[in-house]
């Protein structure tokens, strides 16, 4: 038998918006500027990716070339924004295949950027993550299931063993202190492994089981539970992450980068590793503020269920559980990394950086046609936001079941994990590349 739709007096009046919600329309018109914008892609769009690599390397320069002198705000801050920048407009945007038919030497592309070997990974994005790693959690399970309970970024749920502390409030701050200082290497790193081993698993047809509690974070923390007698189940050995995730960029960013210094003094040398790793910690605080606040906040929505991917459902979700910031000019963009057109980005994921700069008002005047709410904040106040949920103080909103749209409602299986991922180009490797 089924369900009569709820009446609008049912309804609370924040939800009312859905009851009145032309999917067809919506779906329709931005599916159709999605298209537009891809197909006006070309030598530009790869010329302001090249812009903005300049701009990356100019930090890196200034960074590395001042980092063996007494500490010093500008080495610092030059070599942050460089691995920053790296990550969140670079290699983000390359891996999403936003450049794969625009740039013709096939350099800034997803299929081979940063991943196959050591010497790329080095060479064309180094980080605490593996890029394999991150190319299966991010590009594919985070953007395809997005505030469902299998999308490995749900603040909320990541989050649950700080909002469930019985402790005063001012501990609580102070974890996510903690955790904005060492996010990268404390939680991105060994999750993202995680998300690449599960991936590996179903490839090789083993099963997932819910005593592994797939979908709870995997951190560093995970290493310490069997001391408290907290079981969690290990989905690789800590010298495994180190030898394939984290140890390489340890050792060769933080000890081996700086070695020319001793030429120097061996000062010099002492001085460029403290600048490397405060360099690492403010990094780790920027990247937090402009990317852990895209999703979480008590005015975004969360789902109990998965939808079909580019329908009029996944569309609508991706609008009103994603957050933008000001966006602008490419100053302003390079400094929040590009992470303030998170809308346009979750709704064409494949898109290039100048892209979304070109289709933000438009897709915002889609949203104010249809009436979906389209969220645009100072990311100072989406930081406040973060933070209420993750220490307890907010909620995540809770889209109401009733008022799914039953027909774009989908299941997912490991065929579909599997054929998302190849149509990226990131076909789960057994072993990752070292």
């Known amino acids: 038998m089924v369900a009569s739709a709820p009446s609008s007096a049912q309804v ?15 779906r329709r018109e931005v599916a159709d500027l999605g298209k537009e914008l891809e197909q006006n892609q070309g030598a530009e769009d790869v010329a302001h990716l090249k812009k903005i690599c300049l701009w990356s390397d100019i930090c890196a320069v200034v960074g590395l070339a001042t980092m063996w002198l007494p500490l010093n705000p500008i080495s610092v801050i030059a070599l942050s924004l460089w691995k920053f920048s790296r990550w969140t407009t670079i290699a983000h945007h390359t891996g999403h295949g936003g450049y794969n038919r625009a740039d013709e030497t096939k350099f800034f592309n997803s299929r081979g950027f940063a991943t196959g070997s050591l010497f790329k990974r080095v060479t064309q994005w180094f980080d605490w993550m593996l890029p394999e790693a991150w190319n299966i959690e991010h590009n594919n399970l985070h953007h395809y299931r997005l505030g469902e309970r299998d999308d490995p970024d749900l603040v909320e749920r990541n989050m649950h063993f700080i ?16 955790l904005m200082c060492t996010w990268k290497w404390f939680y991105y790193a060994p999750n993202t492994y995680k998300e690449l081993k599960i991936a590996e698993m179903r490839k090789a047809g083993k099963a997932i089981t819910s005593d592994m509690k797939a979908t709870d974070a995997y951190t560093l923390k995970s290493y310490l539970d069997p001391a408290f007698g907290v079981e969690t189940f290990q989905w690789y050995s800590f010298m495994d992450l180190f030898k394939n995730v984290i140890g390489p960029y340890l050792i060769l960013h933080f000890f081996v980068m700086p070695l020319p210094c001793l030429l120097i003094s061996q000062q010099a040398y002492v001085n460029a590793l403290i600048s490397l790793a ?9 990247s937090f503020i402009v990317i852990a606040t895209n999703h979480a906040g008590s005015d975004l929505y969360k789902f109990d269920d998965g939808c079909k991917p580019n329908s009029a459902t996944f569309f609508m979700r991706q609008v009103v559980s994603s957050t933008n910031f000001k966006t602008g000019s490419d100053f302003n963009d390079f400094m929040h990394g590009w992470l303030n057109y998170q809308i346009e980005h979750h709704v064409w994921p494949n898109l290039s950086a100048l892209s979304y700069q070109r289709g933000q008002a438009r897709l915002k005047a889609i949203c104010d046609k249809y009436g979906v709410p389209y969220v645009q904040e100072s990311v100072w106040i989406r ?6 949920i993750m220490v307890g103080k907010a909620n995540q909103r809770q889209f109401p079941s009733s008022l799914e749209r039953q027909s774009d409602l989908k299941v997912w299986s490991n065929e579909d994990i599997a054929e998302n991922s190849a149509k990226l180009g990131q076909d789960v490797k057994l072993k990752p590349a070292v």
């Open 12 to 26: 609370p009046a924040e939800e009312q918006w859905v009851l009145n919600l032309d999917y067809e329309g919506f």
């Open 163 to 178: 909002r469930e502390l019985k402790v005063p409030s001012a501990l609580k701050y102070m974890v996510v202190g903690f």
């Open 278 to 286: 405060l360099a690492d910690v403010l990094t780790n605080i920027h």
């Open 383 to 388: 930081l406040r936001k973060t933070v209420d």
